[in-house]
């Protein structure tokens, strides 16, 4: 739990915005260290696409910051540090109940937009 809070710190601190937080996100995703994925290639795609788009973001945004983009891109290692059972209790138990996230993300990314809007209108009820 020390590690997550030092890290979150260490971004509070970055005060990022919300365009750089998702291409960090999408960095960190589309990963192909991954242990289980099939298309690394495909995979590398992405995450070299994601950091294009988050240099350009950066570069274009806060040019006078020339070490912007290093000092984001230097924290996610981090995350590397932390433990997927510490962070996945931590995140997920209280939602899910006693089942390993890896085993339901796959069913979140086929779920259709409407399917997930309507599980959202009926949880809210």
């Not at 495909?42 to 000092?71: C, G, H, N, W």
């Not at 209790?89 to 390993?100: D, K, T």
Request: charged fraction near 20%.
């Amino acid at each position: 739990i020390w590690k997550m809070q030092e890290f979150c710190n260490s971004m509070a601190n970055l005060c990022l915005d919300s365009y750089e937080y998702a291409y960090l996100k999408a960095i960190v995703l589309f990963s192909p260290d991954h242990p289980g994925i099939d298309n690394t290639l495909q995979i590398e795609r992405f995450q070299e696409k994601a950091y294009m788009e988050l240099q350009d973001y950066v570069t274009r945004t806060y040019p006078e910051d020339t070490y912007r983009l290093s000092r984001l891109l230097l924290r996610l290692p981090a995350l590397r540090l932390m433990s997927a059972a510490i962070t996945e209790e931590l995140f997920f138990a209280g939602l899910i109940g006693n089942v390993q996230i890896d085993s339901i993300i796959p069913y979140i990314l086929k779920m259709e937009t409407a399917d997930y809007n309507s599980q959202i209108v009926s949880s809210s009820l």
